[in-house]
């Protein structure tokens, strides 16, 4: 899925520091939920270390960003994690390894993170074992807006121009922190704002509403393995 709005912005703000810094500034709370994904536990900025660390990890990333790399906020999210694992490896005194207790079917498992950067590849087994539990989280995350997977085989766009109108629809939230912070804690879509900016028809959002809000929430959510596997 490509969201052209925030990827065209990432472009234009890395080349003015007032705007990058501006940029950074409204997405820290994004920052600070990758954060305490990685870490398990709540972060306050000015106390914790590791929200320095990721928001420098951050700026990073959008200074590295390019098309190639697909979605900003995936591509972004992986960086952070990157540094934050660097960081806590740094941090150990009397081991070189660092083990994530990833909790799967209820069993908990170590991964040896001492080779590299990065979480170990998985086997096409446990590939499918972290789907499920993320279609599983993702479910749940979509109850709360009144949404199913079978609601979602309804409405899905069948047609490349309109699966092209909804991304542009994701891609323009995306790009507006205060729109995306409205709709995460709101639970409610501003419609008539998004319709005036991109001129876009109210009957798209009428059929799409729970499509686009789908999109927008696996785009900004923890679901890494489901991501370019599910085709929204």
């Known amino acids: 899925m490509q969201f052209t709005a925030i990827n065209a912005k990432i472009e234009n703000i890395r080349k003015n520091a007032d705007e990058l810094n501006g940029f950074v500034e409204e997405y820290k709370p994004y920052i600070a939920a990758c954060t305490e994904k990685v870490a398990g536990r709540y972060m306050s900025y000015g106390r914790d270390d590791e929200l320095s ?4 990890a951050f700026v990073e990333a959008i200074n590295s960003f390019n098309l190639s790399k697909g979605n900003f906020f995936s ?11 660097d960081y806590y490896r740094s941090e150990q005194r009397h081991s070189k390894v660092i083990s994530l207790n990833m909790f799967i079917n209820d069993q908990e498992e ?3 993170l001492s080779m590299g950067d990065s979480l170990r590849i998985y086997s ?15 479910g749940s995350e979509l ?3 009144k949404i199913s997977f079978s ?15 909804c991304s542009d629809i994701a891609g323009f939230i995306l790009s507006r ?17 998004i ?7 109210r009957k798209l959002f009428e059929r799409f509403r729970k499509y686009i809000i789908t999109v927008v929430i696996i785009a900004v959510g923890d679901y890494e393995y489901i991501r370019d596997y599910i085709k929204l």
């Open 53 to 56: 660390i990721a928001m420098i």
């Open 75 to 85: 591509f972004s999210r992986n960086v952070i994690k990157r540094r934050l694992i």
């Open 110 to 112: 170590e991964f040896d």
């Open 124 to 138: 096409e087994q446990k590939l499918a074992e972290l789907r499920k539990l993320e279609l599983k989280e993702l």
């Open 143 to 145: 109850a709360d807006w």
């Open 151 to 165: 609601d979602l085989a309804e409405v899905s766009p069948r047609h490349e121009k309109t699966k092209k109108q």
């Open 177 to 193: 922190p205060d729109i995306l912070q409205q709709i995460m804690s709101k639970k409610y879509l501003p419609v008539a704002e």
């Open 195 to 201: 319709e005036k900016a991109l001129k876009v028809p």
